[in-house]
Nanobody, 118 residues
Framework: QVQVVESGGGLVQPGGSLKLSCTASGIAGTIYAMNWYRQAPGKEREVVAS???????SYAEFVKGRFTISRGSAKNTVFLQMNSLKPEDTAIYYC????????????WGQGTQVTVSS
């Protein structure tokens, strides 16, 4: 059974940093891309950052230069280092494991709340 679990959210002041972690158990991490999404109140879920199985990264424009996605050595673990946080970064952040060939094999965590406020 596949399980995706995020951790590391919390309350931080504007300009501060947080590091989110995600572990996907029950999958072979080498055949999954790992993604971070977020959903703010009243808004649709949007992709924040992605990392391919070979380590190629991509970022949404609104986080470029501030957030960094990386994978652990076990490949089924992914991190999101968030620096220079802004109030508009406040959202629930979700981790997603997406099979590189089978679109229907997509697994989500329960989300972790990030609140940026003074």
């Amino acid at each position: 059974q596949v399980q995706v679990v995020e951790s590391g959210g919390g309350l931080v002041q504007p300009g501060g940093s947080l590091k989110l972690s995600c572990t996907a158990s029950g999958i072979a991490g080498t055949i999954y891309a790992m993604n971070w999404y977020r959903q703010a109140p009243g808004k649709e879920r949007e992709v924040v950052a992605s990392i391919s199985r070979s380590g190629v990264t991509s970022y949404a424009e609104f986080v470029k230069g501030r957030f960094t996605i990386s994978r652990g050595s076990a490949k089924n673990t992914v991190f999101l280092q968030m620096n220079s946080l802004k109030p508009e970064d406040t959202a629930i952040y979700y981790c997603n494991a997406q099979h590189v060939l089978v679109e229907s094999l997509s697994y989500w965590g329960q989300g972790t709340q990030v609140t940026v406020s003074s």
